[in-house]
């Protein structure tokens, strides 16, 4: 079953913004450790954004630092990407991914969303 549900992706312009959702079904992954992955054509899943349960933690990989923040709902089971400053090479699918520790690998974690498109035009 669809545990991670992803939202908000789109085609944006350079220099644009988005906000990404994603909702988790399973009331124990309010307590999960949550973050954000992306995947361009031809590449490897990228570490994006991570946070803890609590919000106390949070890791941005250097490419987006200071354009993305991240952020969570605990009561909506929701967390959220805010896309600031979009350029072309931020295209890509983006993940959403939970788990009960934080981890900037892919394998760090066992829930995974469906993805969703974001396309910036140059």
């Known amino acids: 079953q669809v545990q991670l549900v992803e939202s908000g992706g789109g085609l944006v312009q350079a220099g644009g913004s988005l906000r990404l959702s994603c909702s988790a079904s399973?009331?124990?992954?309010?307590?999960?450790?949550k973050a954000w992955f992306r995947q361009a054509p031809g590449k490897e899943r990228e570490f994006v954004a991570a946070i803890t349960w609590t919000s106390s933690i949070v890791y941005y990989s250097d490419s987006v630092k200071g354009r993305f923040s991240i952020s969570r709902d605990n009561d909506r089971n929701t967390v959220s990407l805010q896309m600031n400053g979009l350029k072309p090479e931020d295209t890509a699918v983006y993940y959403c991914a939970a788990a009960p520790a934080l981890s900037r690998y892919p394998n760090g974690y066992n829930r995974w969303g469906q993805g969703t498109q974001v396309t910036v035009s140059s």
């Open positions: 399973e009331p124990a992954f309010s307590r999960y450790a």
